[in-house]
């Protein structure tokens, strides 16, 4: 994929049933990783990316989530003599230009990606699942386009090796070898059923797309859980297009789940300097009760 990808996509629009009740009120993509939401680690990623748009893919009842980047001057005039509260205030919105469309019924991730077509237009564009949260620097975002540059034209999906048992809730591609950390697919299958999955690389949620996607996403049918698949889609797009699998460093945190979220919580949590001590002591205190 050439360099030049200025536009990401998050699709943000799912129920978050894993998280009742909270996600009652407050959309699972703003659940903090000790302090800052998700959604906040991949706009940074997108950020050092070189992407200059997001567009947020969010459904009816998820309003929290433009909330969250919009300006606030009442915040911003009583935090006026905190300048590191200041720069917390402000930091979600200034890393990009951040726009929204609205998935009005859930149809799965592809229809979600195709909800955001009008908004990417006729050019390459990332996609970002946000309960997908890899901490390393540089960002996965950035593996992928270094890793993909001699490759113009092409698509390219993130991907880690799971252990055999959990393949099955995940994309996953089939490959050959293409360079260090590089594969080229061959073929890719959403959610296999148990015992028949092609190998154990499992997709993680960065893709960067081609705007042939779109057309290929509207010739998708429905797939696994009756939804339109954005696996699918691409799977289709490689009748025209180049596919590659990115096996990034770093490590995949699962926000998509409350034992993910706490793991990610307390890792990071380790890493950071103002929270590190207390973290460990908080962890030494618990191991010892156990
Ligand atoms: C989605 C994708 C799947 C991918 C996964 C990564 O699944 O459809 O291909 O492996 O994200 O998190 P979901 O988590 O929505 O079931």
Known sequence: MCAAVRKAVIPAAGLGTRFLPVTRSVPKEL???????????????????????????T????EGIAEYFRPRPDLET???????LLEKVSSGARLADVSFVIQEEPLGLGHAVLTARDAVGDEP????????????????????????????????VAVERVPWEIVHNYGVVDTDPAGER?????????????????S????????????QIFDSLERTPPGARGEIQLTDGLALLMEDVAL??????????????PMGLLRASLEYALRREDTRAAAADLIRRLAAEL
């Not at 659940?31 to 893919?57: H, K, S």
């Not at 009583?78 to 590191?84: F, G, I, P, V």
């Open 31 to 57: 659940l903090p990783i000790l302090d800052r939401p998700m959604l906040q680690y991949v706009v940074e990623e997108a950020a050092e990316a070189g992407i200059t748009d997001v567009i947020v893919v």
């Open 78 to 84: 009583r935090l006026a003599d905190d300048a590191a």
């Open 200 to 211: 154990n690389l499992s997709i993680v949620g960065r893709y960067l797309l081609p705007p």
């Open 182 to 198: 590089l594969h080229r697919v061959n073929g890719l299958v959403e959610k296999p059923p148990p015992g028949t999955a092609p």
């Open 244 to 257: 590659y699998a990115c096996e990034f460093e770093g490590v995949r945190y699962d926000g998509g789940n």
């Open 59 to 62: 459904s009816p009842g998820k």
């Open 125 to 156: 564009f990332a996609v970002i699942l946000p309960d997908d949260i890899v901490e390393h620097t540089p960002g996965v975002l950035s593996q992928m386009l270094a890793a993909t540059a001699h490759a113009e034209d092409a698509a390219s």
